[in-house]
Every structure is written in structure tokens, then in C-alpha cells.
């Protein structure tokens, strides 16, 4: 069955610091990995996207994320995280009939 | 480039009621789905139409259904409604059906059921 975990439920930082957000999934075909970030009260805005070919990928506001098929992993890193990046961070996969699967979200705090 | 939008913003309503919430897809995309956000229950996937046809749909229950007109804008209608029902519904559209088009969301619909 399709899932997605993000271990870690809450993390803090602080500001300048670099983070790394960790996403595991389970699927059974080539995975289609997302990572969207949800500021409070907003929807989701997408960050970066996996489909296939280079394996660490570039996303907006200077993200990154590195597909490592050994490991079913997809994390998340910012070499020097700013305030405004305090959010809630959702993994996904895209499985058959166009549905993703959501991890349960990693929140961000970044303290000064 | 507009994006998806969604209205209300926000709703309350009481057990029992039926609630509409409405979405319209970013332009020259195709497809539409709709998503619960509940409190401690994470995305749950609802709904996905295209071209005004049903393709898929989640683990929830007939009260929960929709419809998707020619102009690819949709509705999410709940009928019935039930305490737990209180949630973040969001909407993404994508350019078309295949699996890894990517999903854009809109801002939801907070919904209250009281």
C-alpha cells in the first residue's frame, strides 16, 4: 500500500542554521515525490517535485531535495534557513488514479 | 496566471446540514481534486474529476460527492453533516489525468460543523 511518513512531527531551528526535513514512502511502482509547504491558514504552495533523471532536485526559496531509491527517501534541505520559513512542510507521492498520498506534516519553528 | 480559487473562505454550519464548497481550476487545467485536511488526521484524498467525469475517489463516504461543469470549475457537496466533517477542504488542479502532473492548491475552505 501507498504511505508516506515524515518522522518527525515538530522541528525547531535556528535562524541561519541548515535543516533537513525527512520524508519515507512506501509505493510499489516509480514514485512521483512532491514536497508542498502550507503557511497557517493557506493551502498548499508547491516547493519542488521528483519524477525521474538527476536525483537531488531544486526547488523555490532556495530548497533542495535528494530521490534515494535505496533508502525510499525524499528529505528535504535549506543550507540557511530564514524566519519566513517557519511553516508546516507535507511530503507526497503521486500513485495510480492521480491520488497523493500526504505525509502527516513536519512543522517548522525557526527561533532567532 | 491566476490560481486556484476557492469560496467561501470560511463556513459554519450545524449537524445535518448540506454545504456546497466551490472551486475553480487554474486555467487550461483539466482536472480537479478535492482534499479533507482535518485536524490530526492530515490530506485525505476526497475526489478527482476530469472532463466533467468522476476517475477517482477516496475512502469517504456517498454523502460526500461532487461535480465538475464544462468549464472545469467543481463543486464539493457534503450532505448530512457531522461533527467530524469540521476540516480544511482544499482544491488542486492539474493540466491533465496523467500521474505525475503536478497538483496546484488553493487557499480552502475552512468549514465548522457545530
Known amino acids: 500500500a501507498q504511505s508516506v511518513t515524515q518522522p518527525d512531527i515538530h522541528i525547531t531551528v535556528s535562524e541561519g542554521a541548515s535543516l533537513e526535513l525527512r520524508c519515507n514512502y512506501s509505493?510499489?511502482?516509480?514514485?512521483?515525490l512532491f514536497w508542498y509547504v502550507q503557511s497557517p491558514g493557506q493551502g498548499l504552495q508547491l516547493l519542488l517535485k521528483?519524477?525521474?533523471?538527476?536525483?537531488l532536485v531544486q526547488g523555490i526559496k532556495g530548497f533542495e531535495a535528494e530521490f534515494k531509491r535505496s533508502q525510499s527517501s525524499f528529505n528535504l534541505r535549506k543550507p540557511s534557513v530564514h524566519w519566513s520559513d517557519a511553516a508546516e512542510y507535507f511530503c507526497?507521492?503521486?500513485?495510480?488514479?492521480?491520488?497523493?498520498?500526504f505525509g502527516t506534516g513536519t512543522s517548522l519553528t525557526v527561533i532567532p | 496566471e491566476a490560481g486556484v480559487t476557492q469560496s467561501p473562505t470560511h463556513l459554519i454550519k450545524t449537524r445535518g446540514q448540506q454545504v456546497t464548497l466551490r472551486c475553480s481550476p487554474i486555467?487550461?487545467?483539466?482536472?480537479v481534486y478535492w482534499y479533507q485536511q482535518a485536524l490530526g488526521l492530515g490530506l485525505q484524498f476526497l475526489l478527482w474529476?476530469?472532463?466533467?467525469?468522476?476517475?477517482n475517489r477516496g475512502n469517504f463516504p456517498p454523502r460526500f460527492s461532487g461535480r465538475q461543469f464544462p468549464n472545469y470549475s467543481s463543486e464539493l457537496n457534503v450532505n448530512a453533516l457531522e461533527l467530524e466533517d469540521s476540516a480544511l477542504y482544499l482544491c488542486a488542479s492539474s493540466r491533465g489525468r496523467e500521474n505525475q502532473e503536478t497538483q496546484y492548491f488553493g487557499p480552502g475552505t475552512r468549514l465548522l460543523v457545530l
Open positions: 509505493y510499489g511502482a516509480t514514485p512521483y
Open positions: 521528483y519524477f525521474s533523471g538527476d536525483t
Open positions: 474529476y476530469d472532463e466533467g467525469e468522476e476517475r
Open positions: 486555467s487550461g487545467h483539466t482536472s
Open positions: 507526497a507521492v503521486g500513485a495510480r488514479g492521480n491520488q497523493f498520498y
